[in-house]
Nanobody, 115 residues
Framework: QVQLVESGGGLVQPGGSLRLSCAGSGSTFSVYTMAWYRQAPGKQRELVARMTRGGSTNYADSVKGRFTISRDNAKNTVYLQMNSLNAEDTALYYC?????????WGQGTQVTVSS
């Protein structure tokens, strides 16, 4: 089992950047597939980006070329670099860890894009 804590959210102007962090503890972090999801008000939670333990990545079409997922297994941390943010990126962002059918979630960090 792994515990996840997100940080780095906040208020940013359109066109700006943020970097989210997700710190894991309680288990061997490197074996997990890590992902970022987001949920905007009134919408379903959606996958933003995913990275397998082997380093393969996939992204939602809406964030391709703007967001980058990375991980530092030595620090038990996964990151989401978000550039060229727009109002449609406003949401609660969640970190997710998956291993052999078990899924774990953080509490979320709010990202608000507004002028």
């Amino acid at each position: 089992q792994v515990q996840l804590v997100e940080s780095g959210g906040g208020l940013v102007q359109p066109g700006g950047s943020l970097r989210l962090s997700c710190a894991g503890s309680g288990s061997t972090f490197s074996v997990y597939t890590m992902a970022w999801y987001r949920q905007a008000p009134g919408k379903q939670r959606e996958l933003v980006a995913r990275m397998t333990r082997g380093g393969s990545t996939n992204y939602a079409d809406s964030v391709k070329g703007r967001f980058t997922i990375s991980r530092d297994n030595a620090k038990n941390t996964v990151y989401l670099q978000m550039n060229s943010l727009n109002a449609e990126d406003t949401a609660l962002y969640y970190c997710n860890a998956v291993l052999m059918g078990s899924s774990f979630w953080g509490q979320g960090t709010q990202v608000t894009v507004s002028s």
